[in-house]
């Protein structure tokens, strides 16, 4: 008897990689029609991918050079900053298929792929906001296949895709680095792959993820305190035993779901084929991953670890996880529950309603607010990241900035501060950033052209002395 079509499409690496394509369109088509304005990560990524630098602000530059090349072809709009979000979901699910496809038909592939939906931070943040976190999880199962091909034939193709993908992963975000370095030790640790790691090539890997960094890494090491703002988000000081703590609950809200599948299926099932070998080596890594940053967090005496920082280590174990629970279950088995449990997941995540739930609605007429502010005359105007945004939205050709709390400024020209009013110690930041200017207040005051009220300060700025 032969399988039906729709039985036959399941069995075609095709039918997967267009089903996440849709997927990824259908969620930026949901996002793009609630979308209204730009708040938080997206702004700060619209307003960095104006231009290419070799860095913007405490996050490495991958993702704005991507927003950039995506605004070369629809333009500095918000349906830009959808795209490029898209993009970077197909790639995510895309390279969770690859991951499993190793090692599975690309039917039990296709569904350990999707499921992914089980890392909460994937199912519904990605959807929402987070950009650098969503790059990094698409590019380190990547660079993992890169690394297993390098083990398994050493090429010198496989040594260079290796070390040119993991220089991506850390140029998206340094968490990229994680899993990647705790995967060559892992693999150090295996006697069938210690000879393939030490071959020589793997210095020219090493060299091409120097060469293709060098670039951030020296604008990181001469901007140094804007590159390490974000430090603080570790809570430095605030006690190891804490830290330790959260990086637990990280763990459980980050791969919480995945180790029940899997306790499930042990205990629900008898038979099963094993994996391959070499996957003891990337649970290893995974296990290294987290003694890893544990270590950083007791040399920092560090008291936060967030749960987005652990997805990139969670995210290349998971379909690796669901393929041997498939595997183990049996193809046919659990077929009706496993589909209707993951369309039922499906659905709650094509559920409009967390595109709201965190983030505010517009608060501002941004094109009056523009006319207001730009008839000050100043000749350039820094701003919090969100107004900075909608300004440049709705009038292109405003000298807006950003962060009015990182960074010097130039001593000249006439600059606009403006804060929502609940930002008031803005001004006392935005000082700071002056040092050796002589500053003149031209003008202040409360616009309220956008609708609600916005305070701004007018200064003249010329060297002291």
Same mark, same amino acid.
């Given at each position: 008897?032969?399988?039906?079509?729709?039985?036959?499409?399941?069995?075609?690496?095709?039918?997967?990689?267009?089903?996440?394509?849709?997927?990824?369109?259908?969620?930026?088509?949901?996002?793009?029609?609630?979308?209204?304005?730009?708040?938080?990560?997206?702004?700060?990524?619209?307003?960095?991918?104006?231009?290419?630098?070799?860095?913007?602000?405490?996050?490495?530059?991958?993702?704005?050079?991507?927003?950039?090349?995506?605004?070369?072809?629809?333009?500095?709009?918000?349906?830009?900053?959808?795209?490029?979000?898209?993009?970077?979901?197909?790639?995510?699910?895309?390279?969770?298929?690859?991951?499993?496809?190793?090692?599975?038909?690309?039917?039990?592939?296709?569904?350990?792929?999707?499921?992914?939906?089980?890392?909460?931070?994937?199912?519904?943040?990605?959807?929402?906001?987070?950009?650098?976190?969503?790059?990094?999880?698409?590019?380190?199962?990547?660079?993992?296949?890169?690394?297993?091909?390098?083990?398994?034939?050493?090429?010198?193709?496989?040594?260079?895709?290796?070390?040119?993908?993991?220089?991506?992963?850390?140029?998206?975000?340094?968490?990229?680095?994680?899993?990647?370095?705790?995967?060559?030790?892992?693999?150090?640790?295996?006697?069938?792959?210690?000879?393939?790691?030490?071959?020589?090539?793997?210095?020219?890997?090493?060299?091409?993820?120097?060469?293709?960094?060098?670039?951030?890494?020296?604008?990181?090491?001469?901007?140094?305190?804007?590159?390490?703002?974000?430090?603080?988000?570790?809570?430095?000081?605030?006690?190891?035993?804490?830290?330790?703590?959260?990086?637990?609950?990280?763990?459980?809200?980050?791969?919480?779901?995945?180790?029940?599948?899997?306790?499930?299926?042990?205990?629900?099932?008898? !038979? *099963?084929?094993?994996?391959?070998?070499?996957? @003891?080596? =990337?649970?290893?890594?995974?296990? %290294?991953?987290?003694? +890893?940053? $544990?270590?950083?967090?007791?040399?920092?005496?560090?008291?936060?670890?967030?749960?987005?920082?652990?997805?990139?280590?969670?995210?290349?174990?998971?379909?690796?996880?669901?393929?041997?629970?498939?595997?183990?279950?049996?193809?046919?088995?659990?077929?009706?529950?496993?589909?209707?449990?993951?369309?039922?997941?499906?659905?709650?995540?094509?559920?409009?309603?967390?595109?709201?739930?965190?983030?505010?609605?517009?608060?501002?007429?941004?094109?009056?607010?523009?006319?207001?502010?730009?008839?000050?005359?100043?000749?350039?105007?820094?701003?919090?990241?969100?107004?900075?945004?909608?300004?440049?939205?709705?009038?292109?050709?405003?000298?807006?900035?950003?962060?009015?709390? !990182? *960074?010097?400024?130039?001593?000249?020209?006439? @600059?606009? =501060?403006?804060?929502?009013?609940? %930002?008031?110690?803005? +001004?006392? $930041?935005?000082?700071?950033?002056?040092?050796?200017?002589?500053?003149?207040?031209?003008?202040?005051?409360?616009?309220?052209?956008?609708?609600?009220?916005?305070?701004?300060?007018?200064?003249?700025?010329?060297?002291?002395?």
């Amino acid at each position: 008897m032969t399988s039906s079509p729709p039985a036959r499409a399941l069995d075609r690496s095709i039918f997967w990689i267009a089903l996440f394509a849709v997927y990824a369109f259908v969620q930026g088509a949901i996002r793009h029609h609630f979308k209204t304005a730009l708040f938080g990560d997206d702004s700060e990524l619209f307003l960095w991918a104006r231009s290419l630098d070799w860095g913007y602000g405490v996050q490495p530059p991958l993702y704005a050079w991507g927003q950039w090349l995506v605004n070369q072809v629809f333009g500095d709009t918000i349906l830009s900053i959808t795209v490029m979000r898209s993009l970077c979901l197909f790639g995510l699910y895309a390279a969770g298929y690859l991951m499993a496809r190793r090692y599975a038909s690309p039917r039990l592939a296709g569904f350990a792929a999707l499921g992914l939906f089980l890392i909460p931070e994937i199912a519904q943040t990605f959807l929402r906001t987070r950009t650098h976190n969503l790059l990094v999880t698409a590019l380190v199962p990547l660079a993992t296949l890169a690394f297993l091909d390098l083990c398994d034939r050493q090429r010198l193709g496989d040594y260079l895709r290796f070390g040119a993908l993991t220089a991506l992963a850390v140029l998206a975000k340094a968490t990229g680095a994680i899993f990647l370095l705790a995967l060559v030790l892992a693999g150090l640790m295996r006697p069938a792959t210690r000879r393939a790691i030490l071959d020589r090539r793997m210095v020219l890997a090493f060299v091409l993820l120097a060469v293709l960094s060098a670039g951030p890494v020296i604008w990181s090491l001469t901007n140094s305190a804007l590159a390490t703002a974000s430090l603080s988000k570790f809570q430095p000081g605030g006690g190891w035993t804490t830290g330790l703590l959260s990086l637990g609950r990280a763990m459980v809200d980050s791969g919480g779901f995945v180790a029940v599948a899997v306790g499930l299926t042990v205990l629900l099932t008898r !038979r *099963g084929a094993a994996l391959p070998d070499e996957t @003891v080596m =990337l649970w290893r890594a995974g296990i %290294l991953s987290v003694l +890893l940053i $544990a270590l950083g967090v007791i040399v920092a005496d560090a008291a936060e670890i967030k749960e987005r920082w652990l997805v990139p280590v969670v995210a290349p174990l998971t379909p690796l996880a669901l393929v041997w629970c498939f595997q183990r279950v049996g193809r046919w088995r659990f077929l009706p529950a496993l589909l209707g449990g993951l369309s039922a997941v499906l659905q709650l995540a094509l559920l409009p309603g967390y595109y709201e739930r965190k983030e505010p609605l517009p608060r501002a007429d941004y094109a009056a607010l523009a006319a207001e502010l730009g008839s000050t005359g100043a000749t350039q105007m820094w701003l919090p990241d969100d107004m900075a945004a909608g300004l440049a939205l709705a009038s292109p050709g405003i000298p807006v900035g950003q962060r009015v709390d !990182r *960074g010097l400024l130039p001593c000249e020209g006439k @600059v606009l =501060l403006a804060v929502w009013p609940e %930002l008031d110690p803005a +001004l006392d $930041a935005f000082r700071q950033r002056l040092p050796g200017c002589s500053v003149t207040e031209a003008a202040s005051g409360t616009s309220n052209a956008g609708g609600v009220p916005v305070r701004y300060w007018v200064f003249t700025l010329t060297p002291a002395g």
